[in-house]
């Protein structure tokens, strides 16, 4: 390959490594909206359960959304353990959020 190939090559791989990051970037933007707009909902979530006496955490609809979601990425091609995980952790900041609602309605 010429050094004129090389570099139009090159050029071409940069090119699409920007339009992919670009993607990228747009797609994690749009990540944060929905865990945004999410997380929102769970608030009003851990209002209605902190002003109806729920307890914060619901373990038999944890599992089931889990099941769910690990069917859900399966059929998307991604690795339901990472959704699993994935899930853990927001589940576990939406607890620790409904805790903190209940106790400032506890007091």
Known sequence: ??????????????????SLRASIDN??????????????????????KATNDLPPADPAREK???ERLRQLAGDANLDPDF????????VREVIRHHEAIAAKAGS
Do not use: P, W, Y
């Not at 797609?27 to 209605?48: P, Y």
């Open 64 to 66: 089931i959304q889990i």
């Open 83 to 90: 959704a699993e995980k994935l899930l853990n952790f927001i």
């Open 27 to 48: 797609i994690d933007a749009a990540l944060i909206h929905m865990l945004a707009e999410r997380f929102k909902c769970t608030q009003k979530v851990g209002v209605l």
């Open 1 to 18: 390959m010429s050094e004129a190939e090389t570099r139009l090559a090159e050029s071409e791989a940069l090119g699409e490594l920007k």
